[in-house]
C-alpha cells in the first residue's frame, strides 16, 4: 500500500527586524524618564559627585580664561579645556551605561581617556554637522542632532575605533525611531530647564537624570537588557 506523501515542512520563522528599523521603538518617553528617575536616585551619591566635579571643572577653566588679555593664551586655554570637556563627557557616558548595567558609577571613569582621539574627531565632525543645521533655520540642527547625538555611546560603550562609522551607526539606531528619539530628548530639554529655574540648583540632579535616561534609550533601541531598578 502506498504511503502518503509527508506533509510540507513549516515555513520558517520571520526574521527579526534590524536594530534601529521602522516600527514601534522598543521604549516609550516615559520609559526612558521613569528609569532615569529611578536610577538616578538608586544611585545618587556618586552621580551628585560626577555632577559636581564635571561644573567644578568647567568653572575652573572659566575662571582661568576670564582674566587673560592675550587672545593667543586665552584660545590655547579654552583648547584645553574643550579636550578635558569631551573627557568628562566619556566619562559621563561610562558612568551612566554602568547605572543601566546595574553597576555603581565611580568618579574615577571621569578621566579614562580610552577612544579619546576617535571621540575628539567625531565630537569635531558633529559640532560641524550640527552648526550647519542650526544656521539653517534650526530645524535640520534638531534633525541632525537627533540622528547623530548616539555617537559617543558607541565609541564609549562598544569601543568603537571609527569616528565616522560612530557617527553613522548612530543615525542607523535611530533610524525608524526619530519620532521617540526626538520626544525624548525634547522633554528632557524641558525639564533641565526646569532644573536651571530652580536658581541653578535643581540642575544638580536633573541633568544626571537625563543622562541615566539617554543611557538607557541607547541600550534599548540596541535591544540589550537594561538592569531593573526598584
Not at 560641524?128 to 533655520?137: K, P, Q, V, Y
Not at 528632557?188 to 530652580?198: D, S
Request: glycine residues 12%.
Amino acid at each position: 500500500m502506498t504511503q502518503p506523501p509527508p506533509p510540507p515542512p513549516p515555513p520558517p520563522p520571520p526574521s527579526p527586524p534590524p536594530a534601529g528599523g521602522s516600527g514601534a521603538a522598543p521604549f516609550t518617553i516615559g520609559d526612558a524618564i521613569g528609569y532615569g528617575w529611578n536610577a538616578y536616585w538608586r544611585n545618587v551619591g556618586p552621580l551628585v559627585v560626577i555632577t559636581l566635579v564635571i561644573w567644578l571643572v568647567n568653572v575652573v577653566f572659566a575662571l582661568i580664561t576670564f582674566p587673560i588679555d592675550s587672545f593667543v593664551v586665552r584660545s590655547l586655554i579654552q583648547i584645553v579645556g574643550w579636550v578635558v570637556g569631551l573627557i568628562l563627557a566619556m566619562g559621563l557616558i561610562r558612568a551612566t551605561l554602568a547605572v543601566t548595567r546595574g553597576e555603581t558609577p565611580d568618579v574615577s571613569m571621569l578621566f579614562q581617556t580610552d577612544g579619546l582621539p576617535v571621540y575628539l574627531v567625531a565630537a569635531i565632525l558633529f559640532g560641524i554637522g550640527a552648526g550647519i543645521g542650526f544656521s539653517l533655520c534650526i530645524i535640520p540642527g534638531v534633525i541632525f542632532a537627533t540622528f547623530f547625538g548616539f555617537y559617543g555611546y558607541f565609541i564609549v560603550g562598544e569601543g568603537e575605533q571609527n569616528p565616522i562609522e560612530a557617527l553613522k551607526r548612530s543615525q542607523q539606531l535611530v533610524s525608524g525611531h526619530f519620532g521617540t528619539v526626538l520626544g525624548l530628548a525634547v522633554v528632557l530639554v524641558l525639564i533641565n530647564i526646569v532644573g536651571a529655574l530652580a536658581c541653578g540648583v535643581g540642575l544638580l540632579f536633573t541633568a544626571g537624570i537625563s543622562a541615566v535616561s539617554w543611557a538607557y534609550a541607547y541600550r534599548s533601541l540596541r535591544g540589550e537588557t537594561v538592569a531593573p531598578v526598584t
